[in-house]
């Protein structure tokens, strides 16, 4: 079946470092959901990435889609504690009625 | 928060038993959709009600039913319920028009299966 790969699993850094977690598609993906998940939380919708190409921001993170739109990243730069979570990509495939497919999530832990 | 919840939070049940989880959509969004999340892993669609009728479904067999009524909250119901179905269970609305795009999450239903 389609599948959204994420990677890495986890990721551990120093407050202040960069993060950066990748996703990719084996197929072209109408669209691309980013959602932020905390521990014992329910997923958050944090942006959603339409175009070819496109590059979002918001505040420190840095969302891409790929040229083919079957790629896409998400970059925080400087972490901070409350970055703390887990964060899914999340592709739609075939159009608007196509089911929305999760990745299994990056899991950041940020140290102090 | 989302306005979207969900009951009851927690729940235990023994293999072969059936479950009924409820959700109330955000007010306006007519499109419920509901996932099973198992632990460590990213949310997995299971099936998607508009306009109180099953628009999509994921991988998942017949034992997983819904309902959605009028005022647009739905039910997930699960038969014959096996120890893999211990998961938590997420309901996320979004906004009028079936595969519209931002999910709405409610808080989940935590299910344990004995």
């Known amino acids: 079946g389609q599948q959204v790969m994420q990677i890495p699993q986890y990721q551990h850094v120093q407050e202040g470092e960069d993060f950066t977690t990748y996703c990719n598609s084996s197929?072209?993906?109408?669209?691309i959901q980013w959602y932020k998940q905390r521990p014992g939380g329910h997923p958050v919708f944090l942006i959603q990435?339409?175009?070819?190409?496109e590059v979002k921001k918001q505040k420190r993170l840095t969302f891409q889609f790929g040229e083919a739109k079957k790629n896409s990243s998400l970059h925080i730069t400087a972490t901070q504690t409350t970055d703390v979570g887990t964060y899914f990509c999340?592709?739609?495939?075939?159009?608007?009625?196509?089911?929305?497919?999760f990745g299994k999530g990056t899991k950041l832990s940020v140290k102090p | 928060e989302t306005g979207v919840t969900q009951s009851p939070t927690h729940l235990i049940k023994t293999r072969g038993q059936q479950v009924t989880l409820r959700c109330s959509s955000q007010?306006?969004?007519?499109?419920v959709s509901w996932y099973q999340q198992a632990l460590g892993q990213g949310p997995q669609f299971i099936f998607q009600?508009?306009?109180?009728?099953?628009?999509g479904r994921g991988n998942f067999p017949p034992r997983f039913s819904g309902l959605q009524f009028p005022n647009y909250s739905s039910e997930l119901n699960v038969n014959a319920l096996e120890l893999d179905d211990s998961a938590l269970y997420l309901c996320?609305?979004?906004?009028?028009?079936?595969?519209?795009?931002?999910?709405?999450f409610g808080p989940g239903t935590r299910l344990t299966v004995l």
């Open positions: 999340a592709g739609r495939h075939g159009g608007s009625q196509g089911n929305l497919i």
């Open positions: 990435l339409v175009k070819s190409g």
């Open positions: 197929t072209t993906l109408s669209n």
């Open positions: 009600y508009y306009r109180e009728e099953e628009n």
């Open positions: 007010s306006g969004h007519n499109t």
């Open positions: 996320a609305s979004s906004a009028p028009g079936p595969g519209t795009d931002t999910q709405y």
